[in-house]
């Protein structure tokens, strides 16, 4: 999460789905769906597609049905990866504007009616900002804003913990530029 600040503005840009990570994997899943379906199609038709593997030697029932699924499956799920990149969802921004008085959170969601979740609140409403830390096997670094009436709004994203220094450093900024307090230290 990065942030910019103004006198006036302090807004936060949020990571989404466009993760080093997700990448990585959408890559590799598109890969390896490939080879496996390549592989069951060169089974079936004793041509081989793969520069590599000579797979017209396989029995196509059961090795080259069971290749085949294991292919499209992996290009069923490497496509929902790359759509899920390509809107970037969980993605969005926190902006704090002292000049309106608002708090304003947007994050991207799947295509539809709703692509988009925007929440918006009244400096008033804010109670506090809370930072919650857990350690150990599922580690947990995570900012929220406590709006009166509404519970606690996650500000960081889903996934790869955030530094330690880093969120402690997020959390004291917000509630600095709030003026409320900073709870969970």
């Given at each position: 999460m990065t942030s910019s600040v103004s006198s006036q503005v302090l807004r936060q840009s949020v990571l989404g789905s466009r993760r080093p990570s997700n990448y990585f994997w959408a890559v590799v899943i598109s890969m390896g769906g490939l080879g496996f379906f390549l592989s069951a199609l060169s089974s079936y038709t004793k041509v081989n597609f793969l520069p590599f593997s000579d797979p017209t030697q396989l029995v196509f029932i059961p090795q080259g049905i069971a290749m085949g699924f294991?292919?499209?499956?992996?290009?069923?799920?490497?496509?929902?990866?790359?759509?899920?990149?390509?809107?970037?969802?969980?993605?969005?921004?926190?902006?704090?504007n002292a000049k309106t008085q608002t708090a304003t959170i947007l994050r991207h969601g799947f295509p539809g009616n709703d692509r988009?979740?925007?929440l918006v609140y009244n400096f008033d409403q804010i109670q506090a900002v809370r930072i919650e830390i857990?350690?150990?096997l599922n580690p947990k670094r995570a900012l929220y804003l406590?709006?009166?009436?509404?519970?606690?709004?996650?500000?960081?994203?889903i996934g790869q913990?955030?530094?330690?220094?880093?969120?402690?450093?997020?959390?004291?900024?917000?509630?600095?530029?709030l003026r409320v307090p900073l709870e969970g230290l």
């Open positions: 294991y292919g499209i499956a992996a290009i069923v799920l490497s496509t929902y990866l790359w759509l899920v990149i390509i809107w970037d969802v969980g993605g969005g921004f926190n902006e704090f988009q979740v925007e857990k350690e150990g406590k709006v009166r009436n509404k519970g606690e709004i996650p500000l960081t994203r913990p955030l530094p330690l220094s880093q969120i402690e450093n997020q959390g004291a900024e917000l509630a600095r530029f």
